[in-house]
């Protein structure tokens, strides 16, 4: 058990495709629901959710997708005209099996992000990579989470 209280919900935002939460230690997780394409039309959707969520600073965010999610090479054409307005400092991904694995290191190969970025097998590893980092607005600055 770790000395830090675990974070809070501070708002989630529910959408067909995706679940966005924003918690008390200002990460935002994403979570991309079931068969979720992510065309330029929901990235900008998502975009303004993002910008409502962070009242437009930067923060770190998690990205997660369940099972047949899709990127559209418009978006991801998209992703990069759009980051210099992006709200994320830093972001991990969470790559839960081999396929993903091999997309997300495939993309960022290709597309090297202008922030920080890494992927995991788990959210717990994501959120300790990010508490390590400077960019970080800790409220408290714990080693480990607990879940």
Avoid: C
């Amino acid at each position: 058990m770790t000395p830090f209280p675990d974070p809070l919900i501070l708002k989630e935002v529910d959408i067909p495709e995706a679940v966005i939460t924003l918690r008390s230690d200002n990460i935002i997780i994403v979570r991309y629901k079931p068969n979720t394409i992510l065309d330029v039309e929901l990235q900008l959707r998502m975009r303004e959710i993002y910008k409502d969520l962070t009242n437009n600073r930067k923060m770190n965010f998690i990205f997660m997708a369940d099972d047949g999610f899709s990127l559209t090479k418009e978006a991801r054409e998209n992703s990069e005209v759009i980051a210099s307005t992006s709200p994320i400092k830093a972001y991990a991904i969470i790559v839960n099996n081999l396929a993903y694995r091999i997309i997300a290191n495939f993309y960022y190969k290709i597309n090297k992000p202008q922030v920080p970025y890494k992927s995991f097998s788990t959210v717990k590893e994501a959120i300790n990579w990010l508490y390590t980092l400077d960019t970080l607005d800790k409220i408290s600055s714990p080693k480990q989470l607990t879940f």
